[in-house]
Structures are given as structure tokens and as C-alpha cells.
């Protein structure tokens, strides 16, 4: 027997949490925040707790898991560094017995979020280099759990293989196929048909772009854009600010190498940006460590803008605030609290696509309209998808030939749109692909 219980991020995009129960024993999959719910608190100091994420509604319900399933868990299993993905695990990791594993630049993320939240760990990091195994042990048994190298917006994601007595269980709630990503190796195609070969007995997979045709474009086509507009003959004596995910190495990467070429000073600001890029550092993977400066507090924000406004062109200015995050400094900027005054000669770039909930969107529109209304020139969408679209899907699921297919990454109203794909394929809703709801569990027999 194999059950799945979703305990968050079934009904609602983020604060990803799935448990899976195999007999005597069980694994958690990811424990994420909902970052809608924190979007007021971007660069805000102050620690925060369980007792005020849980009253934000920021945490998945875990508390709802009963006694008897959390004596069973092995396991805490994260797939990559993303919040909504790993955020949780300081607040919420205590209650559980079992070792938490991930790859290296995921642990480092979690050490500085630990950091950051001046928690000590109950349970025991274990950091699993790209596509090798670890053996966690279970009741009466081990379990070979591999992470298995796939590509995403931000370093070393993993689909997360745990190998059953009933079929492999394999863990993909974040991903796209990209032969051709700016850093780290492509997709691991053949460990992706061993497992096959082996019996996958279900798919948990990132489903969110599930109706948009075609393949994700590559983030080099996100590189090839930056290289656009960034090099642009126009943007020369003008100020220029870029604005992306801090957890986008790869994106950062391509920033800074062509800031080098503008011959500008780059300058990170935010503690967002100096907490993932510190990461980076510890596993050897910030390739652009030398060539940047970082400017986290603020009045260091302050005064550090208040030189760059008097030669603009000097500096390439890379800061938080892409959904209009109150408190980053992007939105300060647009609100006039910080002494960088925005002209019709300024380019501001967003590296970044408006994360789909009706809290950034309303965020997001707030800080576009008072930049507009600044004259400075505005560029939008300057990004690729980290979400695999329909193809991507498709050549998935071909290379895993799952028994069940489980679509995550949302509500029904959004996961449910990879019904007619999988129907194509020769699955069928509510016998062999299944649509969750948190805490209603599934049994697959």
C-alpha cells in the first residue's frame, strides 16, 4: 500500500508539503512557506516564529498529521531551494524524527535560512551531491532514495526518487527540460529511463503551466533577452536597475556578466539577494562572487544609493522588489523613500514574471504604476519560465511511464489542466491520474 497525504500546496500555489506513506514507514516531501501571505514582510527585519507564521497562514497544516503517521516519517526530502519549497523546515522540522536530505546548494539555502531565523535544527542535514543516492533506513528496511539532476530556476533541483517495495515514488514539483541551461547539467535523461525500467509506481509533478503550448523556452533565451536589453547603445550615461529571484543564479550569472561588459560597478541590494548568493558561495557555485559588492542593511541601503545617484551611469544596481514586495528596495525606490531619484533616462528591468495570486498581481501593479509615473523606461517580462509547459510535461511523463500520475503545484481549478494531456497519453482522471485536495488522502492499491 502507498498513501498519499498532501498536507499543503493542494489547494493553493506555495507552502508545498506531501507526505507518503509506504506500510510501517513514510517520507515528507518538501515543507514550504506560502510566500503570498509573507509578501508584506520582503525585506523587513524582525524574527519571525511558527506561533506568527501559523496565524499568517504561511505554514502547511501539519499539525493536522496524526501521531501515528508522524512516528512513520524517515525522511524529510526537499527537492530545491525555493521557499515555498523549503521555507518551512526551520519552523516545522522539530516535530518530526527523521533526517532531512537535499542537494548541496539546497542545504546551504536552509543553513542561512537557519541563520536568518535564529533557530537551532532539531534534526540532522544531510546534503546528496546531483544524481547519486542516499540509504535512508525505515522500520524493518532501508530505502534507496535518489536525486536525480533536472532543471529549474534556481541551482541543483532534484527529482526525488524513493524506491519501494511497491514502485518508486518520484518527486517532481518543480521542473522543466532544458538542454541547455546557463549553469549546472541538463536533465538526467538516462537515470530518468532507468527509473522507468525499474516501475514507477507514481508522479507527483509540477503541473502549474500545464495548458501553456509548447516547450519552456531555455534560460539561455532568458540570457539572449538580457543581452538585449541590457546592451542596449541606448541605456548609455543612464541609470539602470535589474530586478529578479534572488535564488536565480544562473540569472544573476548572465546579469553581471554584462554589467561587466556596461563597464559598471554591480551592486546587490537586499539581505534577500546576500543570503542565496552566500550559498552559492559555500557549495562553489556564485561564479560571479568576485565581480559584485553587497549592500544588505539599511542604512548602508541608504547611503550606498545616495552615491550612486549622483553618477548613475557608473553603477549596475541589482535589488529585490520584481512582485513590488513592500519594504524591498525596489518599492522604496518607487515610493520616493530612498535618496535614488528615478528620471526618463533611468531603464529599470524586470527579470521576472508576476508570480500568478491575486497578492502579487496586486502588488505588482501598485509598484509598475508609480515607476510609469516616474518617466523612467520600463522593461517587463524579461524572464523564461522555470515550470515545465505542456511539452515538457509530455516528455516526462514518456521517459518515466508512471503507473499513476499525481499533477501538483496548485488547486484543481489550475493542476487539472493536465487532464486532456494525460488522457492523450492513455490515463484516466480518478482511476490512474488523481486530483488532491490538503488533507484528504489518497490509497493507491
Avoid: W
Amino acid at each position: 500500500m502507498i498513501k498519499i497525504h498532501p498536507v499543503g500546496g493542494a489547494d493553493e500555489v506555495g507552502k508545498f508539503m506531501t507526505i507518503v506513506e509506504v506500510g510501517d514507514d513514510a517520507f515528507v516531501f518538501d515543507m514550504g512557506l506560502y510566500m503570498p501571505a509573507l509578501v508584506s514582510r520582503a525585506e523587513r527585519n524582525g524574527a519571525l516564529t511558527e506561533k506568527i507564521l501559523r496565524a499568517m497562514g504561511a505554514l502547511p497544516d501539519d499539525l493536522s498529521v496524526k501521531e501515528e503517521l508522524r512516528n512513520k516519517i524517515r525522511g524529510i526530502l526537499i527537492g530545491h531551494a525555493h521557499l515555498d519549497h523549503i521555507g518551512a523546515v526551520p519552523y516545522i522540522e522539530h516535530r518530526y524524527n527523521a533526517g532531512i536530505y537535499g542537494t548541496p546548494f539546497t542545504m546551504a539555502v536552509l543553513d542561512e535560512l537557519v541563520k536568518d531565523s535564529k533557530i537551532s535544527l532539531k534534526n540532522r542535514t544531510n546534503s546528496v551531491q546531483p544524481d547519486t543516492s542516499v540509504l535512508v533506513r525505515g522500520k524493518h528496511k532501508e530505502y534507496e532514495v535518489e536525486f536525480i539532476n533536472m532543471t529549474h530556476s534556481t541551482l541543483q533541483t532534484a527529482v526525488i526518487a524513493v524506491h519501494t517495495p511497491k514502485g518508486i515514488v518520484a518527486y517532481a514539483n518543480d521542473f522543466k527540460m532544458d538542454d541547455t541551461p546557463v549553469m549546472g547539467g541538463k536533465p538526467n535523461y538516462g537515470a530518468l529511463k532507468r527509473l522507468a525500467g525499474e516501475g514507477v509506481k507514481v508522479l507527483i509533478v509540477d503541473s502549474l503551466y500545464a495548458k501553456s503550448e509548447g516547450k519552456t523556452p531555455s534560460e539561455e533565451e532568458a540570457r539572449k533577452m538580457l543581452r538585449h536589453v541590457m546592451l542596449n547603445e541606448d541605456n548609455k550615461g543612464k541609470g539602470m536597475i535589474v530586478t529578479t529571484f534572488s535564488s536565480h543564479i544562473p540569472r544573476l550569472k548572465s546579469i553581471v556578466e554584462f554589467g561587466k561588459k556596461l563597464n559598471r560597478e554591480i551592486v546587490f541590494l537586499g539581505r534577500s539577494l546576500n543570503k542565496y548568493t552566500n550559498a552559492a558561495r559555500r557549495v562553489n557555485q556564485c561564479p560571479y562572487d568576485k565581480d559584485i559588492k553587497i549592500v544588505t542593511y539599511r542604512n548602508q541601503v541608504f547611503k550606498f544609493l545616495k552615491k550612486a545617484a549622483q553618477s548613475k551611469k557608473d553603477y549596475l544596481i541589482v535589488c529585490t522588489g520584481h512582485q513590488g514586495e513592500p519594504g524591498s528596495v525596489l518599492e522604496r525606490i518607487s515610493r520616493g523613500e530612498l535618496p535614488y531619484k528615478l528620471s526618463p533616462k533611468d531603464h529599470i528591468i524586470f527579470s521576472s514574471r508576476t508570480i500568478p495570486t491575486p497578492e502579487t498581481i496586486a502588488s505588482k501593479e501598485a509598484i509598475l504604476k508609480r515607476l510609469y509615473k516616474s518617466g523612467a523606461e520600463i522593461f517587463e517580462d524579461v524572464h523564461v519560465s522555470g515550470h515545465g509547459h505542456k511539452e515538457d510535461l509530455r516528455e516526462l511523463i514518456k521517459l518515466l511511464r508512471p503507473e499513476h500520475i499525481i499533477p501538483s503545484h496548485g488547486h484543481q481549478g489550475i493542476v487539472s489542466q493536465i487532464i486532456p494531456l494525460v488522457q492523450e497519453m492513455g490515463y484516466e482522471k480518478g482511476r490512474t491520474v488523481h486530483l488532491l485536495e490538503n488533507g484528504k488522502a489518497l490509497e493507491l492499491k
